[in-house]
């Protein structure tokens, strides 16, 4: 092959990488549950390591509407195959943070992957679950 050749057909093979590689990618779709308040904004977090479930690093993927309704639904599109793990929170009063009691309990709606029973934030091997290539679809109930 001569190298003119080669410069017309580089283009098409990126192309064809670059398109392959959300093929081997799947969506996220998060359902809410017990959306107790029609105030504020209901916010998702999909993370996928210890460092971004700690507060550390960035999640991969975040979103946010208002509530409307005792359910709301999520998709985050193309997840490369791995664990992640979800964190909502439900700012009731739109002041921009979680509001606790005296002893750090939240006052406004929360929840996390796999909904785990415990009283305190959830470790990340608690919360964590597998997006496949195909995607995954999980069931988030807040407290």
Do not use: C
Not at 4 to 22: G, T
Not at 75 to 103: C, Q, R, W
Request: proline share 5%; glycine share 10%; charged share 20%.
């Amino acid at each position: 092959m001569n190298r003119a050749a080669a410069f017309r057909i580089a283009p098409f093979a990126l192309i064809a990488a670059l398109s392959s590689a959300s093929a081997f990618a799947g969506d996220l779709t998060v359902k809410l549950h017990g959306i107790r308040a029609q105030t504020g904004l209901v916010k998702v977090a999909v993370v996928d390591s210890q460092e971004a479930w700690d507060g550390k690093a960035a999640p991969v993927q975040a979103d946010g509407a208002p509530a409307q309704g005792e359910e709301a639904s999520f998709t985050f599109k193309d997840l490369k195959p791995g664990s992640y793990a979800v964190m909502i929170t439900h700012d009731e009063n739109g002041n921009g943070k979680m509001d606790t009691n005296l002893v750090g309990m939240p006052l406004e709606g929360y929840g996390f992957s796999n909904n785990p029973q415990v009283m305190r934030k959830p470790t990340w091997d608690e919360a964590r679950f597998q997006v496949t290539a195909t995607g995954a679809a999980i069931d988030v109930d807040l407290r």
